[in-house]
């Protein structure tokens, strides 16, 4: 998987809880929009 590059970090089991908490941390406040639409329907 490293090889790949799918591993970002390799953390000691004592440390989970704390990546956990910080990955989360990071995340609580991403907003995401949805994509624009290009085009509209068309009415017929």
Do not use: C
């Amino acid at each position: 998987a490293a090889e790949h590059g799918l591993v970002d970090d390799v953390i000691d089991p004592a440390d989970t809880r704390a990546a956990i908490a910080r990955g989360l941390n990071a995340l609580r406040d991403k907003r995401t929009e949805p994509p624009r639409r290009k085009h509209g329907n068309t009415p017929l």
